[in-house]
C-alpha cells in the first residue's frame, strides 16, 4: 500500500529539537464494538457485563467441526457506517485469517478481513480550536477503509497470584476497525477526529462509543520527521480507551 501525503506542512504545528523542527504524523485505527444483539459468526449475547463465560456458544469456543455463519445485522451495520463516513461500499468482501496465539483466542486465529474490506475510502470533517484569536479550523481526515473482524476475549492477571482466568464473554464479539490515513499533524487532531468519529456511531446508531466499557478503542500510530520530508518509522499505542489518555500518550 502506498501512503500519500495530503496535508501541506504548517510551521505553527512543528515541534522544535536540538536539530530544527520536526513534524509528528499520527495515523488511527479505533475498533467500534458493533451495536448488535449477537455476535459476528454466532448467536452468542453480547451484553456487557454479564457473568465470565456465560455468553460462549460452541463457536466461540473453537469446538471441532463448529462453522461460522455471518451475523447480516453486523453487515448491515458497517454499511451504515460506510456511508456516514462518505465511504466506498464495496460489494464484494472476503474475510481472512489472522494467525495468533494468545490464550483468549480459542482458535488460535482471528476471522478479519484484509485485501477485500467491506468498506473502502472515505474522509471527516474535524473542527480544531479555537487558537488565541478564538478562530476554529477545519481539516479534512481521509479514511482509508473499513473492515470487520473479531474481537478476542479477556485475559485476567490479576485473580489469582499464581494463575490467570480467561473470560470469552468478549470472544467473537464483531469489531469495525476504522482506519485513517496518516493526515493529523497533532494530539489536538487526532481527539477531534476520535470525538467526530464516536459522535457519527452513536448517531448512526451502530457503536453506542463507551471508551470505559472498551466498546471503542484506538490504536494510535504516530511517527515524525522534518517537515515535509519522508515518513519516517512508525511507533504503536495499543488499545487507549479515552479520549484524553489518547492526546497525554501523543
Not at 462509543?209 to 495499543?238: H, L, W
Amino acid at each position: 500500500m502506498t501512503i500519500v501525503d495530503t496535508r501541506t506542512p504548517d510551521a505553527k504545528r512543528f515541534i522544535p529539537g536540538a536539530t530544527g523542527d520536526w513534524e509528528v504524523i499520527i495515523g488511527l485505527e479505533v475498533h467500534a464494538q458493533v451495536t448488535s444483539n449477537s455476535k459476528l459468526f454466532s448467536g452468542a449475547s453480547t451484553s456487557f457485563g454479564s457473568a465470565p463465560n456465560s455468553n460462549v456458544s460452541l463457536v466461540d469456543a473453537a469446538m471441532p467441526g463448529m462453522l461460522p455463519v455471518i451475523n447480516e445485522e453486523c453487515v448491515k451495520q458497517a454499511v451504515r457506517t460506510g456511508l456516514g463516513l462518505k465511504a466506498q461500499i464495496n460489494k464484494r468482501s472476503v474475510f481472512d485469517r489472522k494467525n495468533y496465539f494468545y490464550p483468549d483466542l480459542p482458535q488460535g486465529y482471528q476471522i478479519s478481513q484484509y485485501k477485500d474490506p467491506i468498506v473502502g475510502e472515505g474522509k471527516i470533517l474535524i473542527s480544531v480550536g479555537p487558537d488565541r484569536q478564538g478562530n476554529f479550523e477545519d481539516i479534512e481526515i481521509g479514511i482509508e477503509r473499513l473492515h470487520l473482524e473479531q474481537d478476542a476475549g479477556k485475559s485476567m492477571h490479576d485473580q489469582h497470584p499464581t494463575m490467570s482466568y480467561v473470560d470469552l464473554n468478549r470472544s467473537g464479539v464483531a469489531l469495525m476497525e476504522i482506519v485513517s490515513k496518516p493526515d493529523m499533524r497533532s494530539s489536538d487532531e487526532a481527539k477531534a477526529y476520535v470525538t467526530k468519529l464516536r459522535s457519527i456511531v452513536r448517531y448512526l446508531g451502530t457503536c453506542d462509543g463507551n471508551m470505559d466499557e472498551g466498546s471503542m478503542r484506538a490504536d494510535v500510530n504516530v511517527s515524525v520527521r522534518k517537515p515535509g520530508g519522508q515518513f519516517g518509522t512508525r511507533c504503536e499505542i495499543k488499545n487507549v480507551n479515552s479520549i484524553r489518555f489518547m492526546g497525554q500518550a501523543i
